[in-house]
């Protein structure tokens, strides 16, 4: 049964390009929320997806943004990148019947220099 | 906006030591709080959750205790292990959405 899957691993940017970050979630599940996690931080909170439409939303700007497929699989999209945004960017996925518990993806590394 | 106050920043153990982590939440309104594992280069991994309508649950060498009236809940592990030098993080949720709002982090290292 595989995990939570993400890609690319790394990726380096630079500023003012635009990234695409790919996730597919765990088998079964149907929800996919994505995180972004600074160095030395905890993750914060970017949006969640269900139903392929984007449901909650953090405190980030609309350069952020996503989609959700019919296969449950989801991208996150970030234009105009800033320096401030690299990050270790992480995937979420869980199942909106079971409830609560959500199992991470290792993550695609950005750097934008 | 709402936060999980994690202490300490970081622990150094001897192993077979009990290391404590304490996280103090502002919203009360939670109805799940989760811990999670982070090992270098990798996602978080769920290591152990509880729920408001109880006050301690363990699993393994890992316990929680929860104190609602002091909003606070801590992670103990019993009879540390050098596998156990990791970063741990709390989290709390909040009905409608899924959105956890993690802690700070604390970086564990358990000493032979």
């Known amino acids: 049964d595989a995990g939570v899957t993400q890609s690319p691993t790394h990726l380096i940017k630079t500023r003012g390009q635009q990234v695409t970050l790919r996730c597919s979630p765990k088998s079964g599940h149907d929800t996919v929320s994505w995180y972004q996690q600074a160095l030395g931080q905890g993750p914060q909170f970017i949006f969640q997806y269900y139903e392929e439409e984007e449901r909650q939303r953090g405190n980030f700007p609309d350069r952020f943004s996503g989609h959700q497929f019919p296969n449950y699989s989801s991208e996150l999209n970030v234009n105009a990148l800033l320096l401030g945004d690299s990050a270790l960017y992480l995937c979420?996925?869980?199942?909106?019947?079971?409830?609560?518990?959500?199992?991470f993806g290792p993550g695609t590394r950005l750097t934008v220099l | 906006q709402q936060q999980v106050k994690q202490s300490p920043q970081s622990l150094i153990v001897q192993k077979g030591g009990i290391p404590i982590i304490n996280c103090a939440y502002e919203?009360?309104?939670?109805?799940?709080f989760p811990w999670y594992q982070q090992f270098p280069g990798k996602g978080p991994a769920l290591l152990i959750a509880i729920r408001p309508d109880v006050s301690e649950k363990k699993e393994g060498r890992f316990t929680i205790s929860f104190n609602k009236s002091a909003k606070q809940f801590s992670l103990h592990i019993m009879d540390s292990q050098p596998g156990d030098s990791a970063t741990y993080f709390c989290a709390d949720h909040t009905g409608g959405g899924n959105k956890l709002t993690f802690g700070t982090g604390t970086q564990l290292k358990v000493e032979l």
């Open positions: 919203n009360t309104a939670f109805d799940y």
């Open positions: 979420a996925s869980s199942l909106e019947l079971a409830g609560t518990e959500q199992f």
